[in-house]
């Protein structure tokens, strides 16, 4: 009886775990805010009272059918030549991942996400080392490439506050599937605009990194992103 009784403890525990978190089966959206769109931010970082930019990020978000949205991310930095390219396909409804592909002067990926596998490879461009991806899954999960533009078409309200699931490959990592947390929701002025300060972290860096969104209550478009890590600040706007 004690070891039912511990049992049925531990699978309850994961049961409300579960429960607690935020998936493509229980997350709400704001879908009406979900647009084709085009923006591009200065990406830049402030160190000893001085700004200095670092490149320039462009994010498009295309319907490429009624179910499917691509976010795609163009990064250009200043001292690269190359650009790095991130595209992420998403179902429009409940941001479920389809594909994620990621190519940069470091390395080349694709992942294509099926109901209960992600498959795919890694190619690290400094070893040559091929890795293929065949993760098998189980509980839903978000693309950790789509995780922060999911953010801005939540029901945000004040105090709000939320784990996701998300699935980040690695090769080097001992876990793909980790989380993200919404540690806090406030309303607040920017450049003469109501907006939702969203504050974020996730397991990528073991919660050493922190993003603050500024995001528009009234067209839901990030306005600024500043990130914090080890007591480096950057921003994007």
């Keep these: 009886m004690r070891t039912l009784l511990t049992l049925l403890i531990i699978n309850s525990a994961h049961f409300f775990s579960a429960q607690n978190l935020l998936l493509p ?3 709400k959206l704001d879908s009406k805010y979900i647009q084709d769109e085009s923006s591009e931010v200065t990406w830049t970082m402030e160190n000893a009272g001085s700004k200095f930019e670092i490149g320039k990020v462009t994010t498009d ?19 690269s030549p190359e650009a790095w390219v991130d595209s992420t396909i998403v179902k429009i409804s409940d941001f479920q991942p389809v594909y994620h592909s990621s190519f940069n002067s470091t390395r080349n990926m694709s992942i294509r996400f099926n109901k209960n596998k992600a498959t795919g490879y890694y190619l690290d461009k400094k070893t040559q ?12 999960y978000f693309d950790s490439n789509a995780y922060p533009a999911l953010i801005r078409f939540l029901p945000l309200k004040e105090n709000y506050t939320t784990e996701l699931s998300i699935f980040d490959y690695n090769p080097t990592a001992k876990k793909d599937f980790i989380k993200a947390y919404m540690e806090k929701v406030e309303k607040a002025e ?3 605009k109501k907006v939702w300060v969203v ?3 996730d397991d990528i860096q073991d919660r050493k ?22 007591g480096r600040k ?3 706007e």
């Excluded at 978000?61 to 001292?79: D, S, W």
């Excluded at 990194?209 to 080890?230: F, H, P, W």
Aim: without cysteine; charged residues 30%; glycine residues 4%.
């Design 25 to 27: 089966n229980n997350v």
């Design 61 to 79: 978000f295309k319907k490429l059918n009624k179910k499917e949205l691509l976010i795609k991310t163009t990064v250009k930095m200043k001292q």
């Design 129 to 140: 080392k091929r890795d293929m991806i065949d993760e098998a899954t189980t509980l839903p």
């Design 190 to 192: 920017y450049n003469g």
């Design 199 to 201: 504050k974020t972290t």
């Design 209 to 230: 990194a922190e993003s603050t969104y500024y995001i528009d209550i009234d067209s839901r478009k990030v306005l600024k992103q500043e990130i914090n890590v080890g």
């Design 234 to 236: 950057m921003i994007m």
